[in-house]
């Protein structure tokens, strides 16, 4: 009975014991069993030993690091558009400022995907106008391999889907069909969700892309319609936002703009020759920058600190907070040497009188006129003008970008740097030379207007002596004249003569502070006597600035002073006045030409007797003490294309240069006419020399008036210079 009862709880333990008939059996059946429970609990044991400590050395050592990555963030920054510095005149007038523009962006984050791009692209294209003119094949292919991944997929072979993610992009972007692009061209719709998501695909993450823009650009102007579509829709058009931009204000219309320069359109962004300027400074690739003159010449300091946000995102890449960290500031301001008033009415008076000029007959190919006014003592730029006529538009456009971008041959305004370079060279002050025709061997007599007689270098200058400046030239290069006999200048007789007139700026570099500037054309002459067209001004070509530096050193004594426009820097203030000073640019001499202080009297001498009786500019001024050098240079026309039938036209550059009041200059002046008619009697250079000169003057409050009715005195030659030469 008890065997049977202990039968029955040992089968209870384990279904597999089977009862023995002897008692051996049963305890041998017992000590196996027994071990074999020990070593299971054991096993059991082991492993609750090993979960422990691993779970203790998840929980104490690596607790804190898995704590830290399940609520690990990430900070990102971007930034939005601050308004650029402004820039005012020498007197604190407003010349250029700044307005908001609404615009809309589209602001990449880092979840953000292809497909995500697409679908806010459709929605989007839904309620604005896309242009699609920029489009390249290479946009098309980006985007139908985005919109098409298992048709790209398809493109690669097995081995193919191997290789680096690069690497199979490329093969699929190779393989687009040119059937799939042909369709992609043929639907407008589908092209402007192209042309977005281009735009989308232009920054990088939490950098907002300006897809259209109320005033930026002039092709995709942002409608008032359609911002307050988008505006109304932004829950629908994850990543879009509207936000004001700034774009430029000009308050005298196109007075100077094109010294103030331009800017790049968000589409262009910065640009490529200087991307590594940009980037060391944290430009987004789509910033808006100076891409010409003070805009760009000055970008460190008219680009804004711009207004940052900070966004918060979790491990995922999920926004959870953002803050404004830094509301921006403007850029820096520009105080530059124009004045206002000087330049509207040197403005007027050029285009009148180019207006003027072309209305005379002969006078149908002059198309431009140039004058500079700058103070001889600091290099400030008080006033600057171009104008040129378009032939195709038949109206006059600004063109004062030319005064240090062309050049022209300058006639006898060179004259006072020919005679200063004669005395370098060691001609005494006061030599007379005989101006009569010089006879020179194979040559074509080389003469002045009419024979003067013997001259000294102030009535060389006054009179506007060829001859004189031929015999300068000669003793430069070693020849003493001889009738009938040779000339013999070598190449470095020419470079000489040229190293006399680069200490006074010409066919140098002024030092300008603004791009692009050109240092005028020196040609390689083909004979000997061109030397002697050299020395009147008929040869090499400068430009309108370098002329007004080239006549400020005979203004200020003898030292070549570098122009300047920007002339102090300002930290931003709200109101509509100048802020403190950031630094200040003071005016630089770059050198002091080779000529002792008498010499530079002397020539001074010869400026002042050009503008009273018997001088090639007498009774041009009135009342007005002014000296300077007058001159016509003998060209052929090679202008605009349009006119290509007169190309080789034989045409004159009238010319002037001088300064005011002659006794204590306080402005010098250059002006430039270009391409009047060879039998045009028409002054236009001394009357835009004239005019501007009584606009500076009038403008100062202690200036005396002008005496109205004066008569004016014809000169011993009034056209003197348009026979200079040959």
Same mark, same amino acid.
């Given at each position: 009975m008890n065997v049977k009862g202990k039968f029955k709880f040992e089968r209870g333990i384990n279904s597999l014991t089977e009862p023995s008939n002897s008692q051996a059996d049963l305890r041998k059946f017992k000590k196996t069993r027994l071990i074999r429970i020990n070593v299971f609990f054991f096993f059991v044991f082991l492993l609750f030993v090993a979960l422990i400590i691993r779970l203790g050395v998840v929980q104490i050592v690596q607790g804190e690091e898995f704590s830290k990555e399940v609520s690990r963030t990430e900070s990102n920054y971007a930034s939005f558009p601050a308004p650029r510095g402004k820039m005012y005149d020498r007197n604190g007038n407003v010349l250029v400022e700044n307005k908001g523009v609404d615009a809309i962006t589209y602001t990449v984050e880092k979840t953000t995907n292809a497909t995500d791009k697409i679908e806010v692209a459709k929605k989007l294209a839904a309620l604005i106008e896309v242009p699609t003119d920029f489009l390249k094949e290479r946009d098309l292919k980006d985007y139908w391999v985005a919109a098409n991944p298992e048709?790209?997929?398809?493109?690669? $072979?097995?081995?193919?889907?191997?290789?680096?993610? @690069?690497?199979?992009?490329?093969?699929?972007?190779?393989?687009?069909?040119?059937?799939e692009l042909n369709r992609l061209e043929k639907d407008q719709a589908e092209m402007e969700i192209v042309a977005l998501y281009t735009r989308f695909s232009a920054g990088y993450a939490y950098e907002p892309q300006i897809v259209k823009a109320t005033e930026l650009t002039e092709d995709e102007i942002l409608s $008032?319609?359609?911002?307050? *579509?988008?505006?109304?829709?932004?829950?629908?058009?994850?990543?879009?936002?509207?936000?004001?931009?700034?774009?430029?204000?000009?308050?005298?219309?196109?007075?100077?703009?094109?010294?103030?320069g331009g800017l790049t359109s968000p589409k262009q962004g910065i640009l490529k020759e200087r991307e590594s300027f940009y980037k060391a400074r944290g430009y987004a690739r789509n910033e808006r920058v100076g891409r010409s003159n003070l805009e760009y010449q000055y970008e460190d300091y008219l680009n804004p600190r711009k207004a940052k946000v900070q966004y918060v995102t979790d491990s995922s890449g999920n926004v959870i907070s953002e803050e404004v960290v830094d509301e921006g500031r403007r850029g820096y301001d520009l105080k530059l040497s124009f004045d206002l008033?000087?330049?509207?009415?040197?403005?007027?008076?050029?285009?009148?009188?180019?207006?003027?000029?072309? &209305?005379?007959?002969?006078?149908?190919?002059?198309?431009? =006129?140039?004058?500079?006014?700058m103070d001889p003592h600091s290099g400030d730029v008080l006033a600057m003008s171009g104008k040129k006529y378009s032939f195709e538009e038949n109206k006059i456009n600004d063109f004062?970008?030319?005064?240090?971008?062309?050049?022209?041959?300058?006639?006898?305004?060179?004259?006072?740097?020919?005679?200063? =370079?004669?005395?370098?060279?060691?001609?005494?002050?006061?030599?007379?030379?005989?101006?009569?025709? *010089? #006879?020179? /061997?194979?040559?074509?007599?080389?003469?002045?207007?009419?024979?003067?007689?013997?001259?000294?270098?102030?009535? &060389?200058?006054?009179?506007? @002596?060829?001859?004189?400046?031929?015999?300068? =030239?000669?003793?430069i290069a070693g020849e003493k004249y001889v009738p009938n006999g040779p000339f013999d200048a070598s190449s470095k007789d020419f470079q000489l003569l040229?190293?006399?007139?680069?200490?006074?700026? #010409?066919?140098?570099?002024?030092?300008?502070?603004?791009?692009?500037? !050109?240092?005028?054309?020196?040609?390689?002459?083909?004979?000997?006597?061109?030397?002697?067209?050299?020395?009147?001004?008929q040869f090499d070509t400068y430009t309108p600035l370098q002329m007004a530096q080239y006549v400020s050193v005979i203004a200020n004594g003898g030292?070549?002073?570098?122009?300047?426009?920007?002339?102090?820097?300002?930290?931003?203030?709200?109101?509509?006045? *100048?802020?403190?000073?950031?630094?200040?640019?003071?005016?630089?001499?770059?050198?002091?030409? !080779?000529? !002792?202080?008498?010499?530079?009297?002397?020539?001074?001498?010869?400026?002042?007797?050009?503008? $009273? @009786?018997?001088?090639?500019? &007498?009774?041009?001024?009135?009342?007005?003490?002014?000296?300077?050098?007058?001159?016509?240079?003998?060209?052929?026309?090679?202008?605009? /294309?349009? $006119?290509?039938?007169?190309?080789g036209q034989e045409t004159n550059n009238l010319a002037f240069v001088g300064y005011y009041p002659a006794s204590k200059p306080e402005v010098a002046i250059s002006v430039i006419v270009p391409y009047t008619g060879k039998n045009a009697a028409h002054p236009a250079n001394k009357n835009i020399a004239k005019r501007a000169i009584e606009a500076y003057a009038n403008l100062k409050p202690e200036s005396k008036q002008p005496v109205e009715g004066v008569k004016q005195e014809q000169s011993e030659d009034q056209t003197a210079d348009s026979e200079e030469t040959e």
């Open positions: 048709e790209a997929a398809e493109l690669l $072979k097995p081995k193919e889907k191997e290789k680096d993610g @690069s690497e199979t992009y490329k093969l699929q972007i190779d393989r687009v069909p040119e059937e $008032k319609e359609e911002l307050s *579509l988008v505006a109304e829709n932004l829950e629908m058009l994850p990543g879009v936002d509207v936000i004001t931009d700034w774009d430029r204000v000009y308050p005298n219309g196109d007075l100077l703009t094109g010294i103030f008033e000087l330049q509207k009415q040197v403005d007027a008076i050029v285009e009148e009188e180019l207006k003027a000029a072309r &209305a005379k007959p002969g006078n149908h190919l002059v198309d431009r =006129a140039f004058v500079v006014m004062t970008i030319g005064n240090f971008t062309t050049q022209y041959e300058i006639g006898s305004t060179i004259k006072g740097a020919t005679v200063l =370079a004669g005395y370098q060279y060691g001609i005494p002050r006061g030599t007379v030379y005989n101006d009569t025709p *010089l #006879l020179l /061997k194979d040559t074509k007599p080389k003469k002045s207007v009419r024979n003067m007689g013997p001259v000294n270098d102030v009535t &060389a200058l006054k009179r506007s @002596s060829n001859v004189y400046m031929f015999r300068v =030239a000669m003793e040229r190293n006399y007139y680069s200490q006074f700026g #010409l066919g140098v570099p002024t030092g300008i502070d603004l791009p692009n500037e !050109s240092t005028g054309q020196q040609s390689t002459p083909d004979n000997p006597g061109i030397m002697l067209n050299m020395a009147i001004g030292y070549r002073v570098e122009p300047r426009i920007v002339t102090s820097i300002h930290n931003p203030v709200e109101n509509e006045e *100048l802020g403190p000073i950031v630094t200040e640019h003071e005016g630089r001499i770059l050198n002091r030409v !080779s000529n !002792s202080a008498e010499d530079i009297r002397q020539v001074q001498r010869g400026f002042e007797a050009v503008t $009273k @009786s018997g001088g090639t500019a &007498a009774g041009t001024f009135g009342r007005y003490d002014v000296a300077g050098k007058t001159g016509t240079s003998q060209t052929l026309y090679y202008g605009e /294309k349009s $006119k290509r039938a007169y190309w």
